[in-house]
């Protein structure tokens, strides 16, 4: 597709971490270049790629949102749905970029998408009920909810239920309702009401993930995650069935939106992770369960 087609609901972004320390050490060489003023990455002499984004390794985290993210989040106060999706192999800085990772030495000016995309979004509720009130309208109402699921050897477990460790575990799975609504029957829903209840949620879930060693990263996540907020907005809408009503009627209108956090697992070939055994098994899982992400992150 045309990247300048705006119409596009799809975009693509690229973005090259800088090397890390073992690749310093072994004084590996830096193959890619970016050309100036377009989003376009060359590897090696002649072979180039051109996306709808692309971020050197200078680049930082607010830039990265401010350019993909922030107009999604936004949308959610339309009724838009929107995907951030983090795709690349173990090691490459999905979990950095989306900033899932919680390590209690990350600075604000580092904080990945996902924290941004919070706080973003109950900055918007909040300013959106104060302006109401500042101009003596009926505030906005805003219920906001999270879900957490990982898709770990091609099956769904539920990161916020407290069961799924035991015999008791529900087998949740993907169904679809007659208006082709897609959800997971039995899915725990939780109602969030600020950004640190939020953050807190995805933070417990985010531990709770399956993670493994392979040659490529000591703790490589294993599952696919989708970390889903839902923001239901009841506002006021003003109609006049009188002309001369200067007043005016009220009514009210509902708009609903899902916005999904997804954290891919490390996609890279088996004989570069050195997997065997069981560690092979999720390494083919890994690949079959991205057409479950993509059935249910479109609904």
Not at 167 to 191: F, M, P
Not at 197 to 206: C, I, Y
Request: hydrophobic fraction near 35%; proline fraction near 3%.
């Amino acid at each position: 597709m045309d990247r300048n087609d705006q119409d596009t609901s799809v975009k693509v972004a690229v973005r090259i971490r800088p090397q890390n320390a073992k690749e310093q050490v072994d004084m590996c060489r830096v193959c890619t270049f970016v050309t100036p003023g377009e989003p376009q990455v060359v590897l090696g002499r002649d072979k180039a790629f051109t996306y709808d984004y692309v971020f050197d390794t200078g680049t930082e985290q607010v830039q990265l949102y401010t350019s993909c993210v922030e107009k999604l989040v936004e949308g959610c106060f339309s009724g838009l749905n929107a995907t951030v999706l983090a795709y690349g192999q173990t090691g490459s800085g999905k979990t950095y970029t989306m900033g899932t990772g919680f390590d209690v030495t990350v600075l604000p000016d580092e904080q990945g998408v996902v924290p941004r995309a919070v706080h973003h979004l109950f900055n918007g509720i909040n300013s959106r009920i104060q302006d109401a009130i500042k101009e003596k309208r009926d505030p906005p109402q805003f219920d906001v909810s999270a879900q957490f699921l990982e898709l770990y050897n091609e099956e769904i477990i539920d990161l916020f239920d407290p069961s799924r460790d035991t015999s008791n575990s529900k087998r949740l799975k993907i169904h679809e309702t007659h208006e082709g609504v897609i959800y997971v029957d039995g899915a725990v829903v939780q109602s969030v009401k600020s950004e640190s209840e939020t953050l807190d949620a995805l933070k417990r879930g985010a531990l709770s993930r399956t993670v493994g060693s392979t040659n490529m990263n000591a703790q490589s996540s294993r599952s696919h995650a989708i970390f889903t907020i839902s923001v239901s907005q009841k506002r006021p809408v003003l109609q006049s069935t009188d002309a001369s009503d200067s007043a005016g009627s009220q009514d009210w209108e509902t708009l609903t939106a899902k916005f999904h956090f997804v954290d891919l697992a490390g996609s890279e070939r088996l004989k570069r992770t050195g997997a065997t055994g069981e560690r092979a098994k999720e390494g083919i899982s890994i690949n079959c369960g991205l057409v479950s992400i993509c059935v249910h992150m479109y609904n």
